[in-house]
């Protein structure tokens, strides 16, 4: 059973708040060095990079904790760090995005995990790993589920994030899972290794493809037998629930009943690194507030295409996952036609997720190569363009009892069927002042026979540090001249 679209962004615009979600695993530093290659090293056959900049963030479980925090959970984190400088850079990114970080201890026998990559023109070329892969020593392991213990209670969800670093390579696991499902608290795994044994009694595990194939030995490139052997680890280990990502396929959703494959949401590519942080995250948020497994699969999918398309280490955020659930709901040409209170909060969506908004209005009768132009230059302003188009009875009273030739439903329809507009609103009144003022677009777009002091709206745009810009026009393109040339006056104007 699904939940209805508005019920479920909904639940992303507030039902969020207030969760709280424990993310224990293996911590990393992620670190950039950014630069540009214009030429191959005369000493060795390798390119240069001129450095541009350097920039670091949280990775690892640390990255899931980062895509919690950024969809409005209260987010804690465990795990280990060494005592060092990478520690230091470590807490205080997690600091500032508001991640309790208060079980993250020093390990006494390793560093921080950092892995820096050098990326040339957004083009990962090397990493570089400084890392320990081993398991806890008992002593650490034993201070971290006493820290992890008096955290428990009242949690959301649990979040167990492997990246086999050795946080969750002993019995630390199956403990804390055992705690949690008596606590009744949902536990989240991101798995990693051959042996998925000590995940047993998790509430959902979510393998790639790899990693499912790694721990049945099947074969990757047969799908139909791998969901067949991940139905069978679910029952063995007694899990709710297991999700396999399958990159560009999307998610199969296995459980008592069955595999279920939800296709992915097309997107362009960049970088998928932390595409499964994102995952494990949705997923986690979306079970904390009492969302159903299918319908948090579904947000897990649309969060994840919207990483993919962002280079280095990435994170969701709520502003994105609603504009996200939007477009979605957009794709249908006819959606795109909106009630002034549809309009007002896909404008505020976009605008969070800082997008700018375009808007024009117009009548928009018989519409021909000159509109078409015009509103494909408008869209160029902004990310969004949002047509403000007069009632039928506006155009009376504009254009005269014979007009218009369209209906407004017909006009509205068309044209949402175009690609550079986003979104249709009709107005009844005179001008468009007042859709103006409620919409508060970024830039306000009008045709250049137009003066910019004789745009309705272009003072109250600029108060609120808008933009009026003036379209040139497609010459001799006019319904007016259309018109008159269909009753045969070949002398008429536009």
């Not at 500032?96 to 970080?101: D, H, L």
């Not at 990693?192 to 990757?220: H, Q, S």
């Not at 998928?272 to 897990?300: E, K, W």
């Not at 280095?312 to 957009?330: K, Y």
Request: glycine share 10%; net charge negative; proline share 4%.
């Amino acid at each position: 059973m699904f939940a209805a679209p508005g019920e479920v962004s909904e639940v992303v615009r507030r039902g969020f708040d207030g969760r709280r979600v424990l993310v224990v695993g293996d911590l990393m530093l992620d670190r950039y060095i950014w630069g540009r290659v214009r030429r191959i090293s005369p000493e060795a056959p390798v390119p240069i990079v001129a450095l541009a900049r350097e920039t670091e963030v949280p990775g690892g479980a640390a990255n899931v904790a980062r895509n919690l925090a950024g969809l409005g959970l209260a987010v804690e984190l465990a795990g280990v760090t060494g005592a060092d400088a990478a520690r230091d850079a470590l807490l205080a990114a997690l600091a500032a995005e508001g991640i309790e970080a208060g079980a993250v201890l020093v390990a006494s026998d390793r560093g921080t995990t950092t892995k820096t990559r050098i990326v040339g023109d957004h083009q990962q070329m090397l990493r570089i790993d400084s890392e320990r892969a081993a398991p806890l020593a008992e002593a650490d392991a034993a201070r971290l589920l006493a820290a992890l213990s008096e955290r428990l209670p009242g949690l959301g969800a649990l979040v167990l994030s492997d990246y086999a670093k050795g946080v969750l390579a002993g019995p630390l696991c199956a403990e804390l899972i055992g705690r949690a499902r008596a606590l009744g608290i949902p536990v989240l795994v991101d798995p990693k290794g051959r042996d998925f044994d000590r995940y047993a009694g998790a509430t959902l595990i979510t393998p790639n493809r790899a990693e499912l194939a790694l721990a049945t030995d099947v074969p990757g490139d047969d799908q139909p037998g791998l969901l067949r052997a991940g139905e069978r680890l679910r029952a063995r280990l007694g899990l709710a629930t297991l999700v396999v990502t399958l990159s560009e396929q999307g998610l199969a959703l296995i459980d008592a009943t069955g595999s279920d494959l939800i296709p992915a949401v097309a997107k362009e590519v960049f970088d998928v690194s932390g595409a499964g942080d994102t995952v494990i995250a949705t997923f986690a948020a979306g079970l904390a507030a009492g969302l159903g497994v299918r319908d948090t699969a579904h947000l897990a999918n649309l969060a994840a295409g919207v990483v993919v398309g962002k280079v280095g280490t990435a994170a969701i955020d709520r502003a994105e996952l609603l504009a996200a659930l939007a477009d979605e709901a957009a794709l249908g040409q006819a959606a795109k036609v909106c009630t002034l209170p549809a309009a007002i909060e896909q404008v505020h969506r976009w605008q969070a997720a800082g997008e700018r908004v375009v808007f024009t209005n117009g009548c928009f009768d018989l519409l021909h190569v000159g509109h078409v132009t015009y509103l494909e230059q408008a869209r160029r302003y902004g990310r969004r363009l949002v047509v403000g188009l007069n009632t039928d009875r506006s155009v009376r009273a504009l254009k005269g009892p014979e007009r218009p030739l369209i209906g407004e439903a017909d006009r509205a329809r068309v044209l949402a069927a175009l690609a550079a507009v986003d979104a249709v609103v009709l107005f009844d009144e005179p001008t468009p002042l007042a859709l103006i003022e409620a919409l508060r677009p970024d830039v306000l777009a009008k045709g250049a026979d137009y003066r910019e002091e004789d745009v309705v709206g272009a003072r109250e745009v600029k108060t609120w540090g808008g933009q009026v810009v003036l379209v040139p026009l497609v010459a001799g393109r006019s319904t007016s001249g259309i018109v008159d040339r269909l009753r045969g006056d070949d002398t008429a104007g536009d």
